[in-house]
């Protein structure tokens, strides 16, 4: 299992369930920051939204992170 560092015993079925749903919360927050920077544009304030923007940056880069394991999850599941 990829989520247990490679040990036996979890299905490779339910570390694929286990990322997908870890995204779907992360895209749910990303999809708040973004609701949280566009009030803050529209407030002029710039402050927040320089903050705002680091964390969404942090989100996304999170987001890239998932969609490579993902990836890379997917091709070892096919080799079993």
Do not use: K, N, W
């Not at 036996?8 to 870890?22: I, K, N, Q, S």
């Not at 990303?30 to 803050?40: D, L, P, R, S, V």
């Not at 999850?73 to 079993?80: E, G, K, W």
């Amino acid at each position: 299992s990829v989520l247990e560092g490679g040990s036996e015993g979890t299905a490779p079925d339910v570390d694929a369930a286990l990322l997908r749903a870890a995204r779907e919360a992360l895209r749910y927050q990303i999809a708040g920051y973004e609701t949280a920077c566009a009030t803050a544009r529209r407030l002029g304030d710039y402050r927040s939204l320089d903050v705002l923007l680091q964390s969404l940056d942090e989100e996304l880069t999170t987001d890239s992170s998932f969609s490579r394991l993902m990836s890379h999850h997917s091709r070892l599941a096919r080799t079993i």
